[in-house]
Nanobody, 125 residues
Framework: VQLQASGGGLVQAGGSLRLSCAPS????????IGWFRQAPGKEREFVAA????????YYSDSVKGRFTISRDNAKNTVYLQMNSLKPEDTAVYYC???????????????????WGQGTQVTVSS
């Protein structure tokens, strides 16, 4: 069971990208989904998360106001719209599902049990 993250690429500072996260092998409509990122030499950090119903969203301070997380459970897909990108947003972005269904959102990678392979986002200055 994996989550497929896609939509990364190279963009200039100030530009936008939309990442998508879709599972293979099962549905995650009853799981909270989080986005994390990891830059070279740094620890994996929380970016954004959305509850399984999509009612509540959470963001790190570094992306609040620029990124928007959303989900379409009918399409079994979660999106991360990234606007006003900065060079410091450069990282591999991962989506992940909580360890169990109906579980609350966490800011910590250890609380997510299903991960995708990541998609590279590079923002040039």
């Amino acid at each position: 069971v994996q989550l497929q993250a896609s939509g990364g690429g190279l963009v200039q500072a100030g530009g936008s990208l939309r990442l998508s996260c879709a599972p293979s092998g099962r549905t995650f409509s009853t799981y909270g989904i989080g986005w994390f990122r990891q830059a070279p030499g740094k620890e994996r950090e929380f970016v954004a998360a959305i509850t399984w119903r999509g009612v509540a969203t959470y963001y790190s301070d570094s992306v609040k106001g620029r990124f928007t997380i959303s989900r379409d459970n009918a399409k079994n897909t979660v999106y991360l719209q990234m606007n006003s990108l900065k060079p410091e947003d450069t990282a591999v972005y991962y989506c992940a599902a909580t360890r169990s269904a109906y579980m609350g959102i966490s800011y910590y990678p250890v609380d997510y049990g299903f991960w995708g392979q990541g998609t590279q986002v590079t923002v040039s200055s």
